[in-house]
């Protein structure tokens, strides 16, 4: 299944471990926006002029690389990369990546979020160069990996302005939901066989931010499952969750109709008092500019919850 997929490419990329390669490296400096300095060095990575024909084969990437305005200079994005709608869209695979089908673009600078098929090693023999973005543990990751694209991109000022954008309304979010007596504790869906992700995960770190209990915790508690645990129907009745939250609505059709239906899910506070979340899996899986978005649905979901 799709979902399940995903949570194992997830789980392969927190194993990875870093962001982008480790910290920026000493060498350029991005200057004003279309003006930067060149040679620039981020990520690991080190071009000697700004990049004009870009090949993103991760989504979060994509959405990234057009919220700093560096969208002009994309030549082609993965089949999943679905937004934003104007992402021109193609046959390569993040999943499967080919150097042959990928090189074809004619890229200056690639961008994946593994190293799947040894591709950076397929690609540096063609001489084309790959930042390596693996999927964030926490924000701080994303806004770093915002940062390393703006200074590869020559838009350094466009993505310092965009991360302290998320900053702000991150925080001002959080701030707005009033603090409860009693956390309340939650279910998070990764899809219908019940995998779901833990505190420890980017997902676990963001409901974290409004001090909510994760009943996955203890499916996994010293990480040998990365994170990603499969609950079972049994100990998600017990844990008896006060929210759940679906990120498979668009990739298994889960709804709070499908979860209400489920055998024995009647018991659980969260069906008893429809406080059933669906989430859009996209915006629930990218964790880049509209994790704001992902953020303001978890804020607005414990707010409507009765103190």
Not at 184 to 203: M, R, V
Request: glycine share 8%; aromatic share 6%; charged share 20%.
């Amino acid at each position: 299944m799709k979902r399940v997929l995903t949570a194992v490419v997830a789980t392969t990329a927190l194993l990875l471990g870093g962001c982008g390669g480790g910290s920026d490296e000493p060498g350029g400096t991005a200057g004003p926006s279309g003006s930067a300095a060149y040679p620039v060095t981020a990520g690991g990575v080190t071009l000697e002029r700004r990049p004009e024909r870009i090949v993103s084969l991760a989504p979060t990437a994509t959405e990234m690389l057009f919220a700093i305005g560096a969208g002009p200079q994309v030549a082609a994005v993965d089949d999943q990369s679905t937004y934003p709608a104007d992402a021109p869209r193609s046959e390569l695979s993040g999943f499967k990546p080919n150097a042959e089908a990928i090189a074809a673009k004619n890229p200056d600078l690639v961008v994946v979020s593994d190293d799947l098929n040894k591709i950076v090693d397929q690609l540096a023999k063609l001489k084309i160069p790959v930042l390596v973005a693996p999927a964030a543990k926490t924000l701080d990751d994303s806004y770093r990996q915002i940062d390393q694209l703006g200074d590869l991109t020559g838009h350094g000022d466009e993505a310092a302005a965009l991360t302290e954008r998320m900053r702000t309304q991150i925080d001002k979010i959080v701030k707005s939901v009033p603090a409860r007596k009693a956390a309340l504790s939650y279910y998070y869906e990764l899809d219908p066989t019940l995998y779901s992700a833990t505190s420890s995960t980017f997902i676990g770190s963001i409901f974290s931010l409004f001090a909510l209990e994760n009943v996955a915790d203890p499916a996994d508690p010293d990480g040998a499952k990365s994170g990603y645990p499969q609950l079972s129907p049994e100990a998600l009745i017990k844990a008896n969750p006060d929210l759940i939250f679906l990120a498979d609505t668009n990739c298994c059709k889960q709804s709070p109709a499908t979860v209400k239906a489920r055998t024995g899910w009647a018991a659980i506070t969260a069906v008893q008092k429809d406080q059933i979340v669906a989430l859009d899996d996209d915006i629930a899986s990218r964790w880049g500019p509209r994790v704001v978005d992902l953020v303001q649905s978890v804020a607005d979901s414990v707010a409507k919850v009765p103190a």
